[in-house]
């Protein structure tokens, strides 16, 4: 059966990325990681982010999370949404739009499982505007990931 005239097609399916990594420290460290804004401060952001000034997390379904981080040419970029699923020391899904841009809202997903010595964490961004939006969160996410690497294994839990 064809859709009303009236309806407008499904949306072709938007860009997406999905990075793993596997840390050696229990999944309750990696959940601080992305839940304490103090402890966000200290990895979020690629290498180019210098500093996060600012992390606000209201840590509750339908809260809110605003994150500003300072970049090594002096560019600020802030970036905040709201949390739309949480199971603690698991899975945050929460929604994703710079202040920039706000009309460009996409949505991530971090979950994270006990796996053998440590802990795995697979980070789905989903919706994306375009490919090229797509393909600069990936470099973004990725460089966060290290930098949380770093922090995971200097910080006392």
């Known amino acids: 059966m064809?859709?009303?005239?009236?309806?407008?097609?499904?949306?072709?399916?938007?860009?997406?990325?999905?990075?793993?990594?596997?840390y050696?420290?229990?999944?309750?460290?990696?959940?601080?990681a992305w839940t304490d804004p103090q402890a966000l401060k200290l990895w979020f952001g690629p290498g180019?982010?210098?500093?996060?000034?600012?992390?606000?997390?209201?840590?509750r379904v339908g809260g809110r999370f605003r994150v500003t981080m300072l970049a090594d040419d002096g560019e600020t970029h802030d970036v905040s949404g709201t949390y739309l699923e949480i199971v603690p020391n698991?899975?945050?899904?929460f929604s994703w739009a710079w202040r920039s841009t706000p009309e460009r809202e996409s949505r991530v997903t971090v979950q994270i499982e006990p796996d053998g010595d440590g802990c795995e964490l697979v980070l789905m961004h989903q919706q994306f505007f375009?490919?090229?939006a797509r393909d600069g969160h990936s470099h973004g996410w990725s460089?966060?990931?290290v930098k949380l690497e770093q922090w995971l294994g200097s910080a006392t839990a």
């Not at 859709?3 to 860009?15: L, M, N, Q, T, V």
């Not at 698991?90 to 899904?93: D, E, G, I, Q």
């Open 2 to 22: 064809a859709p009303p005239a009236d309806r407008d097609p499904p949306d072709k399916e938007r860009p997406s990325l999905t990075l793993r990594r596997h």
């Open 24 to 32: 050696r420290v229990a999944p309750e460290k990696v959940w601080r």
């Open 48 to 59: 180019e982010i210098v500093a996060v000034p600012l992390a606000e997390i209201d840590l």
């Open 90 to 93: 698991r899975k945050l899904v």
């Open 130 to 132: 375009d490919e090229a």
């Open 143 to 145: 460089g966060a990931l």
